[in-house]
């Protein structure tokens, strides 16, 4: 089970920072990623991490402003969301893979086997 928190209302420049805590796992997953879906736009993409090594992909438009870490203990993910637009507004999800693939494909959506629920993002002034 993946559950996210952290969402919110908040002002154009501001910041928040997404939980996505796991649970019920042998957490031997191959990556963990966050996506985004804005009303009436596809999922997208915004962030993943490499369990066994940690390495780290960032979408082009978050590059910057998005980090995602871990904690020690390897049972919560988070998202650092840096200088806010209105374009982030969305639900954001947290997404685990248990399947190994390519990291040049971390973006697709059909490769996690497992969602959160999503916590929602709202950008406003």
């Known amino acids: 089970q993946l559950v996210e928190s952290g969402g919110g209302l908040v002002q154009p420049g501001g910041s928040l920072t997404l939980s996505c805590a796991a649970s019920?796992?042998?957490?031997?997953?191959?990556?963990i990623a966050w996506f985004r879906q804005a009303p009436g736009k596809e999922r997208e993409g915004v962030s993943c991490m490499g369990w066994s090594d940690g390495s780290t992909y960032y979408a082009n438009s978050v590059k910057g402003r998005f980090a995602i870490s871990r904690d020690n203990a390897g049972n919560t993910v988070y998202l650092q969301i840096n200088s806010l637009k209105p374009d982030d507004t969305g639900v954001y999800y947290c997404a685990a893979s248990l399947g190994a693939f390519f990291f040049g494909s971390w973006h697709e959506p059909g490769l996690y086997e497992y969602w959160g629920q999503g916590t929602q993002v709202t950008v406003s002034s």
């Open positions: 019920g796992f042998t957490l031997d997953f191959h990556a």
